[in-house]
């Protein structure tokens, strides 16, 4: 398979039509000639669709890993870790069943706090507040939950070779009671801070704070720090309802303050007497706060835990990892949900060999584009959906077909389409599959025949909240492919 890839440049001719057409166009054209064997005057070039026919229709079906990412690749391409989003809550849904978020993540000092910073402490910290900025991504905002806060008992590495994927299971990672707890509810408008209520565990962690050493907390000694307090999961506490709202927390903005009352300096005190918020005061109210940002360049690490629940909806097969075969319409689910497969059966390539003149003639692929149409053509849908989408043969382990490459920074690569076009009327993407065509015209096998397509690769892409609904099999705009291909005449005998 390899070598095909490496030597099909060789023989792709690049031909860019200006039409989408339903009847087969002929192309006056023997650019290319000298490349394939029979001479340019042996040559034909035409433009043909593929996929309206009653056996050519491309099947679609629904499918669902609880383990996308990048195996053994760059930093900012590894599973649900540091997406800059934590999601906590719970949501449900008729159509898309329960979606559960839990929020994992180290913390560091937000910055070089000195030992000279707690000179005059009058006692351990005595009050904690959690700073979020979140936004509603679905469900019942009117209904109360409670959230704990529970300590992390094992470290979250963050390395080139570890991998955490939104299925990572923290309840193995974690002290039995919370440390503290919080109840929310409504549609978040802004940063906030929340006061915590703490709870018995939360006493010992505040008492552990003011016994370690205050060199702790300076920043040459954070990794230091992050041995001993290893970090913090922000989940529903048990008996919390699921029919609530789900929450995207950006965690760059997240961060945690622990309050204590120190003296202050006699140099304090006669600098500021003229401060109405002081006024000579000897005593202060101080904070000392933890910085839960995963943004590049920092010691954090976060691991975005989200389960999908499909029981009691038409999709429940897929918590067996089946895939479910639909007509009409498929959905391409964020938050690490649901993909769709398309599967080009044996009609789709018969309608191919059928634009041979003779079965003796040659047929080779130039160009060949998808056309996936929206189920709605609104503005709020467009804003809904994914902006682009990709195409894999294994989207688990987000292995590209050979028209897509994903680079070694942060990113897919997408040089063949996958965009929405977002013209009223007319949603669509149009993805490029012309290498993936050649390769599944020459090779029946099940494998090559298909591929999922899903949200493209960044470190937040695949398990933002967008949703795209397309049209497939059955519905009134099917997955259609429109091909540039060249005919090759039989050499005279």
Known sequence: MKGFYKHISLFAVAVTAAILVSSCTNVDDTLGGSLIPGGGEKLEIR??????????????????????????????????????????????DPLLGITCGASAFTGTPAEPYTPNFFKGRKGPFDSVKLVINMKLVGGNPSQKQTFNIYRLRDSLAYSTDTMYYQSFQYEKYIYEDPVFCFDYSGEPTDIEEIKLTIL?????????????????????KTLDFLEQFKGFVIAQAPGTTSDAALYANYLPNTNMNFYFQRERDEWEIELDTDDDDYKGEKEVTAAFQISFSDAEGTYNTSVACISHDYSGTQYAGLNDKQEIAVDGSA??????????????????????????????????????????WMTEHTIEAYDKAFQMLGSYTDYGRFTTIPDYYISGSSSIEVAYGGELNRT?????????????????????????????????????????????????????????????YTLIAPDEK
């Open 47 to 92: 433009i043909d669709t593929i996929g309206l026919g009653a056996n050519e229709t491309i099947k679609a079906f629904q499918t669902y890993t609880d383990s996308i990412g990048l195996r053994g690749s760059t930093a900012n391409t590894r599973g649900s870790m540091n997406t800059n989003v934590g999601y906590i809550g719970s949501m449900s």
């Open 200 to 220: 018995p565990a939360g006493e010992k962690l505040l008492e552990e704070l003011y016994m370690a050493d205050t060199m702790l907390f300076y920043n040459e």
């Open 331 to 372: 959905y391409i689910q964020g938050i690490g949900g649901m993909a769709t497969v398309l599967e080009f059966p044996d009609g789709f390539f018969d309608a191919i060999e059928a634009l041979k003149p003779t079965t003796d003639y040659g047929i080779f692929i130039n160009q060949a584009q998808m056309y996936v």
């Open 424 to 484: 009223p009327g007319k949603g669509y993407y149009m993805m490029d599959i012309s290498s993936f065509l050649q390769h599944a015209l020459q090779n029946d096998d099940d494998e090559s025949r298909r591929f999922t397509i899903a949200p493209t690769y960044s470190p937040y892409t695949p398990f933002s909240d967008y949703l795209s609904k397309i049209q497939v099999n059955g519905s009134s705009e099917p997955i259609r492919v429109k091909i540039t």
